[in-house]
């Protein structure tokens, strides 16, 4: 489990790649776009997205509830957890997400009619001390069952591991610190007179936002 716990690419929620802007706009307008999808991606909050009429808000929830089965699925199997226990990681993983931190500062339109939007955010320290307790726990458990009489069965120790890893989560998100802040550009594209923002540039900052490299 512990090899895959820094290669962990999240799946953001559809909506940032649903929700389009179309028709003329301006630097707040763009702004505040992208803190709209952020925002009903991460903090599972329609409202500014249903303000600025990407859609509605039953349609928000339905595309962050895909996009969290889709992120637990990969998380999951990544992490060796079966399916059984899913639903315990999936709230997890979404306090994970709504405790990320980012702010969007400025929109400053471009010669080609995009839109470079700058994004301060805050590293999540999540997996590194996640990573650091779930050790000491099977360390300390391996120790308990060497010196027992009873050894537990493999698929004893496979649910007793999974839980551990689970509890070092909950642990490190009760406390969860974050880096200092920096900062990094996302582009919001033009296309037919509809904006949207650019794949990579959102991969680029998910990836940012935890210290799961």
């Not at 969290?68 to 990969?74: A, F, H, K, L, R």
């Not at 470079?116 to 726990?137: D, G």
């Not at 909950?170 to 974050?178: I, N």
């Amino acid at each position: 489990m512990e090899k895959y716990l820094k290669k962990i690419l999240f799946v953001l929620a559809g909506i940032l790649m649903a929700g389009a802007l179309s028709g003329c706009t301006s630097d707040k307008t763009v702004k505040t776009y992208l803190q709209a999808l952020l925002d009903a991606s991460y903090k599972n909050d329609s409202s500014a997205f249903v303000d600025m009429k990407l859609g509605k808000a039953e349609e928000a929830q339905a595309l962050y509830a895909q996009g969290i089965d889709t992120g637990v699925g990969v998380f999951c199997s990544r992490m060796g957890v079966s399916d059984e226990y899913k639903e315990e990681f999936r709230q997890i993983y979404m306090e994970m997400l709504g405790k990320v931190r980012y702010t969007v500062d400025t929109a400053e339109k471009q010669s080609d009619g995009s839109y470079i939007v700058s994004v301060t955010y805050e590293k999540m320290r999540i997996f590194e001390p996640a990573l650091t307790l779930y050790q000491e726990k099977v360390a300390a458990l391996g120790d308990t069952w060497k010196d027992s009489d009873s050894v537990p069965s493999k698929e004893e120790i496979v649910e007793r591991v999974i839980l551990e890893f689970k509890e070092s989560m909950e642990a490190v998100l009760s406390e969860v610190t974050y880096e200092e802040p920096a900062s990094m550009n996302v582009r919001i594209e033009l296309e037919d007179n509809v904006y949207t923002p650019n794949v990579d540039d959102i991969m680029e900052l998910e990836k940012a936002l935890f210290d799961g490299e």
